[in-house]
């Protein structure tokens, strides 16, 4: 999965031309405190919903560009300045347009609006040379090599649409050409070479060639056949290329690409980005549901935002139909090496991104800079000629990396050995100026701290040499650190299952070196879509609707760091890894096959499970009940607790431990899940129903459940971080300004001389509204504001601002508010949640209204 940066990208660009267009008056600097604009999350990209349901859900074809029309001509007669970017009608009925944030409230108000939602940019991170991984032992955590070599499975017959940075057709695990006859066998550009996402205009064509490489790299993941093997290494691509080589993409180009896959008639969609903390209501999701309704599955990567939270998946992983994919760690790496003295013991590394080349020969005193336990280890200058002619020993942590090359450089160090300071190996990149000119490698917590305890018995060399070796990875078979965490923002269970996406080796283009090593929910969805094209060979009657169910009954639930004993976090590895031998050969099917309880505010909840027996002979499966790890109330500082729920399962009101279900039919069973009462509330807690066949082959079948601890409208929304939001601000070109109460007059000529509300929304609401009040009276004059399905900010630190042009909405008339004194009324309803009862609103100071 690939992070969704758009939103603080959108504000700083639109801030920086506004510097050079407005001049800020002198008396702002005497307003109230100040917070930067890039903090801000807002941007001027938006999706405009209209009014019919798209042509896929059967409205004419005519009746949606009449509306597309009739929005046209009505926002032009109101002034609104934007530009126009793509038209949808298949999969969604809209536009996407480009406005500048400042008219987002007359934007709002245009009769046949149904809904605005951003349209984020996703930025492609950078590529880390982690290691030289094994795509072998990722397969082989999926059994993608049993289905294959056991099995006899190829993917073979299967088209997988890869809406990605294209493929480079040209390799030759990718079968070395395009076009019928290939394995790439068609798709299409939709952006050109020059694209970067929001300011560059689109140049498409009918060449999706790959020029950043990480779409080669997924589909690689998918099917490569040659020096490296995919999970489906028979399987046919067709390429959609939405990036261009810097690899931005706006979402609305993906969109544009999903109807193109539709049209297509593709068999499978892969989809490793998206964009983060969305809910299902996103565009981009509204997409993957109607191609999985039109019997195309939808693999999608869950997203990279482990370290902001809960409730952080992104569209359209977060989709109701689609299958959004956790990611877990690769369990062995292929390094660089160098030894150690005494002994010549054998230490993996990784290169940095960013300096020299490691030697493959040469030996070098080592010296530490710290110790185990020092936090910031090389993080301030170190003393000139300290480290001369040796390698330093650093351990990560606090500062940047450049921070502690640079720093062991300029004390004469010869190199740099980085250790990490949690389990398991990781990747630096050391972006900065100047360049270090010395090489830099990384390597485990484990083997640092051995080199660490040498040192402290005495002199240490190490030698470098040009040997590669295998390495065990200390935190394979685990979570991805980075890989985010559900539920949805409906409390829906989400991500939906995992598959192996840190530290993966794959296809690159040819001219970028052939392969490369890359992480995150974009290598993981890949394994999951070569999965579905397994088991569309295998079952090749399998209804799109049924995949996810299959797959989900299947896989396997894995333990976290340091508690073997344990179950990780049902809303972030939801069913656990995939399992491809168990999908093709199941034999049962259990309904729903994920269950999500929602608020256990009301007490116990009861769900039925029904059993479908497609084997020829009755089955009998014995009930049980696997409790899984559950997370504390705090959405941004997530803490993980062993609370688990309690489970009955009954049928016909009694009590039962099996089921036995006849060949070929069904049979239905209920589970009442209490939520744990040792959990604080806020919290989410889960775990698996699991039915385990009492005959051989004793298969296994699991459902995955996740719930909320109490009341969810409990959570706060409008949090007033350090700054004490909500704010009725001014935007000074540079920084927004508090307004001291009821002495600040506006007279809405331009962006400078607007009110702005400034608000933290620390959740994710189902309606986030601004009205207009007089001062004196309380006399309403309606909505300046109106947003459904908002998402929440990223970060504890980041914010929303909402300009207030005069203008006001009462239903389909527009009102202009005259001269005087108002205050704003922002109100927000909270996730699933309704009016009254579940709101937070603030009042903003008075203001006056002036215009010239």
């Known amino acids: 999965m690939l992070k969704g940066t758009g939103h603080l990208v959108r504000a700083l660009a639109l801030f920086s031309a506004a510097v050079v267009i407005l001049a800020a008056p002198a008396a702002f600097a005497q307003e109230g405190p100040a917070v930067p604009s890039s903090a801000a999350e807002n941007p001027d990209l938006w999706f405009v919903e209209l009014q019919s349901p798209p042509t896929t859900d059967g409205t004419n074809l005519s009746t949606t560009r009449r509306e597309k029309a009739a929005f046209r001509a009505e926002a032009r007669r109101r002034g609104l300045e934007f530009s126009e970017r793509h038209a949808f009608d298949t999969l969604w009925n809209g536009l996407s347009i480009r406005l500048a944030p400042s008219q987002l409230d007359a934007l709002s108000q245009v009769p046949g609006v149904r809904a605005l939602y951003p349209v984020d940019t996703v930025a492609l991170p950078p590529r880390q040379d982690v290691a030289d991984l094994q795509l072998a032992t990722a397969t082989a955590m999926t059994g993608a090599d049993v289905a294959q070599n056991e099995l006899g499975l190829s993917g073979s017959g299967v088209t997988v649409g890869v809406i990605d940075t294209g493929i480079d057709y040209d390799h030759p695990d990718l079968g070395g050409c395009f076009g019928p006859g290939c394995r790439v066998v068609g798709g299409y550009d939709f952006v050109g070479d020059d694209f970067t996402g929001e300011d560059t205009p689109p140049v498409p064509d009918a060449d999706p060639d790959d020029c950043d490489g990480h779409g080669t790299h997924v589909a690689g993941n998918i099917g490569a056949n040659g020096q490296v093997d995919g999970v489906a290494p028979g399987v046919t691509f067709a390429a959609y290329r939405v990036f261009g080589c810097e690899g931005q993409v706006t979402v609305d180009v993906a969109l544009q690409a999903m109807e193109r896959a539709l049209a297509d008639r593709v068999d499978v969609v892969n989809m490793s980005f998206g964009a983060d903390f969305a809910w299902p209501q996103h565009p981009f999701a509204q ?198 965490y559900g539920p949805g923002p409906d409390l829906a269970l989400k991500p939906d299952l995992g598959a192996p996406g840190g530290f993966i080796r794959s296809t690159y283009p040819v001219e970028q070196g052939g392969y490369a090593t890359l992480s995150g929910t974009s290598m993981s969805a890949p394994h999951v879509a070569g999965a579905v094209a397994l088991l569309l060979e295998g079952k090749p009657n399998t209804p799109a609707s049924a995949v996810r169910t299959i797959l989900q009954n299947t896989a396997d639930p894995k333990a976290p760091s340091g508690d073997p004993g344990a179950l990780d976090n049902v809303h972030r590895q939801g069913g656990g890894m995939l399992d491809i031998p168990g999908a093709v050969l199941a034999q049962a099917r259990v309904e729903p096959s994920k269950l999500s309880l929602g608020e256990s505010q009301a007490g116990p909840v009861t769900r039925t499970l029904t059993i479908r027996n497609q084997s020829n002979a009755p089955r009998t499966y014995h009930l049980t009940h696997a409790p899984a790890l559950a997370t504390g109330p705090d959405t941004f500082d997530v803490t993980h607790h062993d609370a688990p729920a309690t489970v009955a399962f009954t049928s016909a009101g009694n009590p039962v431990t099996s089921v036995t279900v006849p060949r070929g039919g069904s049979a239905s069973v209920t589970a009442t899940i209490t939520a744990p009462g040792s959990l604080a509330d806020r919290g989410v807690y889960g775990g698996y129903l699991t039915l385990t066949d009492t005959q051989a082959p004793a298969e296994v ?46 007279s809405l000529t331009d962006g400078l001389n607007v009110p702005y ?45 909402f300009p207030f042009n005069g203008v006001t909405k009462r239903g389909n008339r527009t009102i202009t508010v005259p001269d005087g004194q108002y205050v704003l009324k922002l109100t927000v309803v909270k996730a699933l949640g309704n009016e009254p009862a579940d709101v937070e609103s603030w009042t903003s100071p008075a203001f006056t209204i002036d215009r010239p």
């Not at 409008?718 to 070109?733: E, I």
């Not at 400034?758 to 004059?781: C, D, K, Q, S, Y």
Request: neutral net charge; glycine residues 12%; aromatic residues 10%.
């Open 701 to 746: 079948y699991r459902v995955p459940y996740t719930g909320f601890k109490g009341d969810y409208q409990s959570i706060p929304v409008l949090t007033p971080t350090s700054n004490g939001f909500p704010w009725l601000a001014r935007w000074d070109g540079d920084d927004f300004r508090k307004v001291p109460p009821a002495s600040s007059t506006f």
């Open 287 to 484: 997409g993957a549901d109607r191609l999985v309704r039109r019997g195309i599955p939808v693999i999608a990567s869950i997203g990279n935002e482990g370290q902001s939270g809960l409730y952080s998946g992104g569209a359209p992983g977060v989709a109701t139909q689609a299958i959004g994919v956790a990611s877990f760690d690769n369990t062995h790496i292929r390094l660089g090496t160098f030894t150690i003295t005494p002994d010549g013991q054998k230490i993996g590394y990784s290169p940095a991104v960013g300096a020299p080349a490691p030697p493959t020969s040469g030996s070098f005193p080592m010296a530490r800079t710290g110790t185990p336990t020092t936090p910031d280890d090389a993080c301030d200058p170190l003393p000139a000629g300290s480290l001369t002619g040796q390698v330093a020993l650093i351990r990560r942590g606090i500062c940047s990396f450049h921070t502690k090359a640079r720093n062991a450089e300029l004390a004469g160090a010869a190199g740099v050995v980085m250790y990490n300071n949690t389990a398991g190996r990781f990747g630096a990149s050391l972006s900065g100026t100047p360049a270090v000119t010395i090489p830099v490698v990384t390597v485990s917590d484990s083997e640092g701290i051995l080199i660490d305890s040498r040192l402290a018995d005495g002199p240490v060399t190490m030698t470098w040499t040009a040997d590669v070796d295998d390495f065990p990875n200390a935190t394979g078979n685990q979570i991805s650190s980075f890989s985010s």
């Open 757 to 801: 509300v400034l608000a933290h929304v620390a959740h994710p609401v189902r309606r986030l509204r601004i009205e207009v009040f007089e001062a004196a009276t309380g006399r309403p004059w309606h909505t300046a504001v109106d947003f459904q399905y908002f998402e929440r900010n990223a970060t504890t630190g980041n914010f929303y601002f």
